[in-house]
């Protein structure tokens, strides 16, 4: 069974800096694209940036220069480094991973999320 955990989340004042960390476990063989998506209160999930197997990388215009997303594939772990953060960007963050094979399957999972809280 395949899990993504997050972590790294927190309360940090507007400008300080928090990084997350999603990992997966499981019996993996690979994974592909995986995302940032974070659903602040009363709003729709939004995605923050993706990074795929091979290193490219897209941010959302409001997070662009602040956010930087990364992978260890040999970890199977996302990381998402936030620099510079602003009370809008309080939220929940969940990690995806798209086409996660395992001896059994191929499909997408989602982590449990982790609750990232910025005062002004």
């Known amino acids: 069974q395949v899990q993504l955990v997050e972590s790294g989340g927190g309360l940090v004042q507007a400008g300080g800096s928090l990084r997350l960390s999603c990992a997966a476990s499981?019996?993996?063989?690979?994974?592909?694209?995986m995302a940032w998506y974070r659903q602040a209160p009363g709003k729709q999930r939004e995605l923050v940036a993706t990074?795929?197997?091979?290193?490219?990388?897209n941010y959302a215009d409001s997070v662009k220069g602040r956010f930087t997303i990364s992978r260890d594939n040999a970890k199977n772990t996302m990381y998402l480094q936030m620099n510079s953060l602003k009370p809008e960007d309080t939220a929940v963050y969940y990690c995806?991973?798209?086409?996660?094979?395992?001896?059994?399957?191929?499909?997408?999972?989602w982590g449990q999320g982790t609750q990232v809280t910025v005062s002004s």
């Open positions: 995806n991973a798209a086409g996660v094979i395992t001896i059994r399957t191929i499909q997408d999972y």
């Open positions: 499981g019996s993996i063989f690979s994974i592909g694209a």
């Open positions: 990074i795929t197997s091979g290193g490219s990388t």
